[in-house]
């Protein structure tokens, strides 16, 4: 491999990524959005080092993606063992020709008799014979210099074998069966979580829904049974979906300059975007490396930050932002309305026991003795109704004015200190366009490749 060729793929490596948006360069763009949420993070201008036809016709190695879903870095996946070993064949040719040039030269340096004997000899052609040895001389220095070069410039080689994004992906983010699945480290909560919600559904089908199939009406375990499967997937989806995650900055070129940037001052400087002739400002994250985006967080339990984050939930194990916001406000509105159906049915099933008597009405006592499972499960999900009634109500008041959990308690701070400001650039016209705009629209892609090949790391040898 030629050293046009090795800084062809270094080139290559180093090269940018598209997703710009997120990245601590000063480029500019010229379109303007109609609105914030239409301000398309994912088209933003794309950077590519110039290239020529003749290098790709040289370096014929195909694409990957990297870490980042839009990412122009090359990857050695498939290309590495045959790189490898080009490069070997090489290195062992100019080995060869090193030391045939070397023998050569030596013989001519340690016999001069032979050289003046075959000089005296032929007298008419001395003159051209000297000349002739001298320009083969001087050849000979060339290509000795030449190859010394070569052998000084740097040589790179495969450190490690080739992993899919997920095996070296940063954070504290846990990735199962494959990287098709995402979650927090932290899982004991969810096995607590787990344990709330099967248990009383297992004791209210055992003890409770014979009675209603038999003296209600056969929907209503039906519709219990709905209720829970509903609140069940919901709650496994929301645990182990991505969220939002953005991808951490990869691009050193664009980390140079931060740092640059910081030596002046103690805080990367903010990035400013304009948006309907409204400038907002993109805070740094040290820790990611990007510019984030609008309604973007950085979680400190998972160490990512997350597109329109609203919380990390420790029941649900995992964020809830962008992605799986829609699932988390059905686990929680499904889990209220199993919550109520229970106490209704357990209600519904004391009044039946105490009226059915056949000599009186029945005693607190007599009608606890009878159904003491079911009695016990109202008080339980009574007291649970609190709880998740309560998160459930809160985030329909969220979701109806188009606000998440960070941005309603930023947004009292800011009110206590600026009582003017009491815009919410964030909200639609009306509350009904809210709610569409967060729980109707289809799910978005994620930004990591999980399972692609990522790029093997490439040691540079001394």
Known sequence: MDAQKRHSVIERIQEQSSF?????????????????????????????????????EQDPIHQSSGLTSNSNVTS?????????????????????????????YSLKAIDPKRNSMNDTTEGSDTGLSAAAAEDSQETLNSKH?????QEQQPRYVLKKQPYRNYQIFP???????????????????????????????VLFAIFTCPFLWNQAHPALPIVFAYLFV????????????????????????AQDILDESASVDSEAPPKEIWIK??????????????YRPPRASHCRQCNNCVEFEDHHCAWLNNCVGKRNYRSFFTFITSSALLCIFVICSVVYELLFISRNQVDQPASFGEVFSQAPVSFV???????????????????????????STHEQIRADIIRAKYPELRANPYSKSSPLKNMIQVLC???????????????PIIEKLS
């Open 441 to 455: 629209q289809p799910q978005p892609k994620s930004y990591l490749r999980r399972r692609k090949m990522a790029d």
């Open 145 to 149: 210099v030449s190859l010394q070069q």
């Open 76 to 104: 050695y996946a498939s290309t590495a063992p045959i790189l490898q070993q080009q490069h070997q064949q090489s290195y062992s040719k100019h080995e060869q020709t090193l030391t045939t040039a070397t023998e050569e």
């Open 20 to 56: 710009t948006i997120f990245q601590p360069t000063f480029f500019s763009s010229s379109f303007e959005p109609e609105s914030l949420e239409d301000f398309d993070f994912e088209s933003a201008p794309m950077h590519h080092l110039p290239t020529t036809k003749e290098d790709d």
């Open 230 to 253: 509903l609140a069940f997937v919901s709650m496994l989806k929301t645990s182990w979906t991505d969220p939002g995650i953005i991808p951490r900055n990869l691009d050193p070129i």
């Open 171 to 201: 954070g504290h983010t846990r990735f199962l069966l494959g990287g098709r699945l995402v979650t927090s480290r932290d899982y004991r909560a969810f096995v607590a979580a787990l344990f709330i919600l099967i248990s009383p559904t």
């Open 277 to 290: 002739n409204t400038s907002y400002s993109l805070k740094y994250c040290d820790t990611c490396m990007i």
């Open 377 to 403: 499960l109202s008080i339980y999900c009574f007291v649970l109704l609190w709880l998740v009634g309560g998160l459930t109500l809160y985030h329909c008041s969220l979701v109806l004015r188009g606000v």
